[in-house]
């Protein structure tokens, strides 16, 4: 039941993203600043959906003496298509978000972890494009890539897309302009607390 709960409200949040990308419009910047991701996917997702068109015209010629059956293959390809729309309209509409006292890193509608500056160690821009997976670390590659990698100086809170948590010391993410994260980041993350106010 609970994995039901979590798919409707994934998909949800793909319809919610499909809006927002038709009105231009993005999500959870407030006053941030935002970094997007999804340049390096946009013909990988083209390629998907071209794909999905293909199919569907040729098993609705293959499958036309069978209406019943062309009719849930049909709307089963456009589900799909949809799917992957949204996906990518999540991931225009969803960037990283870098604010005054965190860094928002995000990808799609199912991947959302903010990161207090405080916590950031390290921060450089690397290109990866291999990813093990290892404890303690995120990798969030776009086109089995990633560009810029965050060590921690403690772990925090990440819970998967089932709900699992994990204690995350390393980042590693996509960004299409790599190198301005990093040199916002930096000033950011080491910027001095405001002083008190002195009595009169």
Do not use: C
């Amino acid at each position: 039941m609970r994995t039901a709960l979590v798919l409707v409200r994934h998909e949800l949040r793909l319809v919610v993203s499909l809006w927002l990308w038709a009105a231009r419009r993005r999500h959870g910047l407030g006053d941030g600043t935002a970094f997007g991701y999804a340049r390096g996917q946009g013909t990988m997702m083209l390629g998907f959906g071209f794909v999905i068109v293909i199919e569907s015209i040729t098993m609705s010629v293959l499958l036309r003496n069978h209406p019943a059956v062309q009719r849930a293959w049909f709307m089963l390809d456009m589900y799909t298509l949809l799917i992957i729309i949204g996906m990518h309209a999540a991931s225009v509409v969803r960037p990283h978000v870098l604010d005054a006292g965190s860094l928002r890193v995000r990808r799609a509608a199912h991947v959302d972890l903010r990161i207090p500056l405080e916590k950031i160690a390290h921060v450089r821009r690397e290109l990866r494009t291999t990813h093990e997976r290892a404890d303690g670390e995120l990798n969030l590659a776009i086109g089995a890539q990633t560009t810029v990698t965050l060590e921690l100086t403690e772990p925090v809170a990440h819970f998967t897309f089932l709900g699992r948590r994990r204690d995350i010391r390393l980042v590693r993410l996509h960004a299409d302009d790599a190198t301005d994260l990093v040199q916002a980041i930096k000033p950011a993350r080491t910027a001095p607390s405001p002083q008190p106010e002195r009595l009169a």
